[in-house]
């Protein structure tokens, strides 16, 4: 989805979380201290029209020598979810 590329993450994080994901870069570029950098959590993400759905968010980091950038991965699970309550519910 072209809409994301060039756009920081917290675009598709609901408020509650958007709000703090600045700070936390900014901390993890003075201390250097990774806390979500190269790893992956589920977390609940936004979509354009403000619904929210369960997602894998990882991210990585780019080094090009003159600049660092940051590359967010998302997959969706919403699937994968309700596969799992329907076989807990059974």
């Known amino acids: ?3 994301f590329i060039g756009q920081n ?5 609901p408020m509650s ?4 994901h600045d700070s936390y870069l900014k901390k993890y ?3 250097g ?3 979500m950098i190269g790893t992956e959590r589920e977390v609940e993400a936004r979509r ?19 600049s660092r950038q940051f590359v967010g991965f998302v997959k969706d ?5 309700k596969k799992l309550h ?5």
């Not at 329907?86 to 059974?90: F, H, K, P, R």
């Open 29 to 31: 570029m003075e201390s």
């Open 48 to 66: 354009v029209d403000g619904s929210t759905f369960p997602c894998i968010l990882g991210m990585s980091e780019v080094d090009n020598g003159d």
């Open 86 to 90: 329907l076989a807990e519910s059974e």
């Open 1 to 3: 989805h072209d809409e």
């Open 9 to 13: 993450i917290k675009m598709i994080m």
């Open 77 to 81: 699970i919403t699937d994968q979810k």
């Open 33 to 35: 201290v990774k806390k």
């Open 17 to 20: 979380r958007a709000v703090n």
